[in-house]
């Protein structure tokens, strides 16, 4: 008995016992303020996610524009309206409306494009030289012939310059990302080209 009186009183029996009760006030407080904290609400609503990931990819309302395929009654590359929601940034629109072309044409229309064409990509430096590459059914698929070859590369031409009057200067028609003399051996493909 006298010795757990020794032990009672001792200094280190007193310190062990301070500590253990002032952990257990901290750990008491601790819950009663994580408790407390749990009834807080939140009175504002978080702000408004955007719609997209990013503000500039929201496309417009549909404007009108011109495409150009071949008449079949004149033979000639005629300008073709077609309804196109477009981007404002320069290189997106351009790559619409070249897609725009390659698509099916109208009843009263034939597209001097091949069937199967694809647009892989389009680029414009800034001497504002558009670089069009289309996959290699251009080539391949093409019929052939002079006349085909330019009726092809004019509605090209024409379609992306009535588009970018004053934004495109040249055009380079490359075939699945490669510079291509000819389409089918007649008109040259080796420089950008221009009316």
């Not at 990302?177 to 389409?183: A, F, Q």
Request: proline content about 8%; some cysteine; overall charge positive.
């Amino acid at each position: 008995m006298q010795y757990f009186r020794k032990i009672v009183h001792s200094r280190l029996f007193v310190i062990w016992g301070i500590t253990l009760v002032t952990i257990i006030i901290c750990l008491a407080v601790t819950l009663v303020l994580i408790s407390h904290a749990k009834r807080i609400r939140i009175v504002d609503a978080p702000p408004k996610l955007p719609t997209t990931a990013n503000p500039t990819d929201i496309v417009p309302a549909p404007q009108q524009i011109n495409i150009f395929l071949l008449n079949p009654t004149s033979l000639e590359i005629a300008p073709v309206k077609a309804e196109l929601s477009l981007y404002p940034e320069p290189t997106k629109r351009l790559k619409q409306i070249v897609s725009a072309l390659i698509q099916e044409a109208p009843p009263d229309y034939r597209n001097p494009i091949p069937r199967g064409t694809l647009l892989n990509e389009v680029y414009v430096d800034s001497q504002k030289t558009a670089y069009l590459d289309f996959s290699h059914h251009l080539a391949d698929g093409h019929i052939g012939g002079t006349t085909a070859e330019l009726l092809t590369v004019t509605a090209i031409l024409k379609t992306v310059f009535d588009a970018f009057p004053n934004e495109i200067k040249h055009v380079q028609i490359l075939i699945d990302g490669r510079e291509k003399e000819t389409l089918a051996g007649h008109l040259n493909l080796s420089q950008p080209l221009r009316f």
